[in-house]
């Protein structure tokens, strides 16, 4: 058998060869430990830098302290001062911007009205006498405080002309809309003041008109809308509900003369139940229809005499019952505040008439029966008996 033969290196060459490797590994050693050393004196010196740096800009910033001042302070208290320091700069450019702005136009927002719409004049004298007479007479117009609440997001601003009408309103507005307290005069004399919502008059207010008529009380888009008293030129007197300008609900109405009502309204008539007394005495209490007596109720005459029964337009109309002070009575129909038609007359003194009747009087056939029972059956011609049977 062959056997295989290895070739060793001389013991000299191999010594040779391990001492360059670890000359090579420590001179390896050496660079990288100087490298290190390098570069941990390079970032030391910039920390160094940047530390100098900073000491500078702090050094710089603070403000130097009076030697006077003996409390001590923070950087936080600097910075305060520093801050007072600046706003005490900023304050009197702002005012001086608002300044110009107030000279300028200070109402120019949203709120108030454009130029073109109205104008900022000056507030009107109140020169018509009827007015001034009735605003003598009335206590001051006294605004809600709860109310006034409502309208604090509002602006007040100076009078406003607006230039298609030459009606005068001073008061509060909102998104160039009348909105809040206000007054409002109109040209010929007219003066409002109260309550403005989506500029109209909306809430409570009081309407002088220039003949001297007033209205005061709730408003609904500028018309008189809720509860309210109206005066009218000769002093009648209505307080009670209204509807889109008109008597509407219930109320009661003065005049002058001494009449009085009190009742329902409808589209400024008396309409539904109430009841009317007349200054001579006379009253009735039933139902009404467009102002007129009409349905059924009860007139009475100061002698005592009563009719109760179907009305129409202001006469005793259909089945009734009339009363006499003297006892008297009549059951029967009516037309046109007469009886007429079929009816029953009972005399104070026991007689009984039945039978037709004629513009007011006994017509055509009927019966008298005496006290004592007798009959008399006959036909009645104006009231007089013309045939006997």
Same mark, same amino acid.
């Given at each position: 058998?062959?056997?295989?033969?290895?070739?060793?290196?001389?013991?000299?060459?191999?010594?040779?060869?391990?001492?360059?490797?670890?000359?090579?590994?420590?001179?390896?050693?050496?660079?990288?430990?100087?490298?290190?050393?390098?570069?941990?004196?390079?970032?030391?010196?910039?920390?160094?830098?940047?530390?100098?740096?900073?000491?500078?800009?702090?050094?710089?910033?603070?403000?130097?302290?009076?030697?006077?001042?003996?409390?001590?302070?923070?950087?936080?208290?600097?910075?305060?001062?520093?801050?007072?320091?600046?706003?005490?700069?900023?304050?009197?450019?702002?005012?001086?911007?608002?300044?110009?702005?107030?000279?300028?136009?200070?109402?120019?927002?949203?709120?108030?009205?454009?130029?073109?719409?109205?104008?900022?004049?000056?507030?009107?004298?109140?020169?018509?006498?009827?007015?001034?007479?009735?605003?003598?007479?009335?206590?001051?117009?006294?605004?809600?405080?709860?109310?006034?609440?409502?309208?604090?997001?509002?602006?007040?601003?100076?009078?406003?002309?607006?230039?298609?009408?030459?009606? $005068? %309103?001073? /008061?509060? &507005?909102?998104?160039? @809309?009348?909105? =809040? *307290?206000?007054?409002? !005069? #109109?040209?010929? +004399?007219?003066?409002?003041?109260?309550?403005?919502?989506?500029?109209?008059?909306?809430?409570?207010?009081?309407?002088?008109?220039?003949?001297?008529?007033?209205?005061?009380?709730?408003?609904?888009?500028?018309?008189?809308?809720?509860?309210?008293?109206?005066?009218?030129?000769?002093?009648?007197?209505?307080?009670?509900?209204?509807?889109?300008?008109?008597?509407?609900?219930?109320?009661?109405?003065?005049?002058?003369?001494?009449?009085?009502?009190?009742?329902?309204?409808?589209?400024?008539?008396?309409?539904?139940?109430?009841?009317?007394?007349?200054?001579?005495?006379?009253?009735?209490?039933?139902?009404?229809?467009?102002?007129?007596?009409?349905?059924?109720?009860?007139?009475?005459?100061?002698?005592?005499? $009563? %009719?109760? /029964?179907? &009305?129409?337009?202001? @006469?005793?109309? =259909? *089945?009734?019952?009339? !009363? #006499?002070?003297? +006892?008297?009575?009549?059951?029967?129909?009516?037309?046109?505040?007469?009886?007429?038609?079929?009816?029953?007359?009972?005399?104070?003194?026991?007689?009984?008439?039945?039978?037709?009747?004629?513009?007011?009087?006994?017509?055509?056939?009927?019966?008298?029966?005496?006290?004592?029972?007798?009959?008399?059956?006959?036909?009645?011609?104006?009231?007089?008996?013309?045939?006997?049977?």
């Amino acid at each position: 058998m062959g056997s295989a033969c290895i070739k060793k290196q001389p013991h000299q060459q191999r010594q040779q060869q391990q001492r360059q490797i670890q000359s090579r590994q420590s001179q390896s050693t050496n660079v990288s430990c100087h490298q290190n050393t390098q570069r941990r004196a390079s970032e030391s010196q910039q920390v160094q830098q940047q530390t100098n740096q900073i000491q500078i800009k702090e050094n710089q910033s603070k403000p130097q302290i009076n030697s006077g001042f003996t409390s001590p302070r923070s950087d936080l208290n600097d910075r305060s001062m520093l801050s007072k320091n600046e706003l005490t700069k900023v304050e009197p450019l702002k005012h001086r911007f608002l300044q110009q702005e107030s000279d300028s136009y200070l109402f120019k927002n949203n709120d108030a009205p454009d130029s073109d719409i109205a104008i900022q004049v000056k507030e009107p004298d109140i020169t018509n006498l009827n007015v001034i007479k009735i605003l003598k007479s009335l206590p001051p117009f006294q605004y809600d405080p709860e109310l006034n609440k409502k309208f604090n997001d509002c602006i007040s601003l100076p009078p406003h002309q607006f230039i298609s009408t030459g009606i $005068i %309103y001073v /008061g509060q &507005w909102r998104n160039k @809309q009348k909105q =809040g *307290k206000g007054r409002q !005069y #109109w040209p010929d +004399g007219t003066y409002y003041e109260g309550y403005w919502q989506n500029h109209g008059a909306n809430g409570r207010g009081r309407l002088i008109r220039c003949d001297g008529s007033y209205y005061e009380g709730d408003w609904l888009d500028d018309l008189q809308c809720g509860f309210g008293k109206n005066v009218d030129t000769d002093g009648n007197i209505y307080v009670g509900e209204w509807k889109d300008d008109e008597k509407d609900g219930n109320g009661t109405e003065n005049w002058v003369s001494g009449d009085i009502y009190t009742g329902q309204y409808q589209s400024g008539m008396k309409h539904g139940q109430g009841k009317y007394i007349w200054s001579n005495g006379n009253s009735y209490e039933g139902s009404y229809s467009k102002d007129f007596i009409d349905g059924f109720g009860t007139y009475k005459w100061p002698d005592g005499q $009563i %009719y109760t /029964g179907e &009305w129409i337009k202001n @006469q005793m109309y =259909g *089945k009734g019952t009339f !009363y #006499w002070a003297n +006892g008297n009575k009549y059951v029967g129909d009516y037309k046109e505040d007469k009886k007429e038609g079929y009816g029953i007359f009972s005399f104070a003194d026991g007689k009984t008439y039945k039978g037709g009747w004629h513009n007011g009087r006994q017509h055509g056939k009927g019966v008298l029966i005496e006290a004592d029972g007798t009959e008399i059956i006959g036909v009645w011609e104006k009231g007089k008996l013309v045939s006997q049977e």
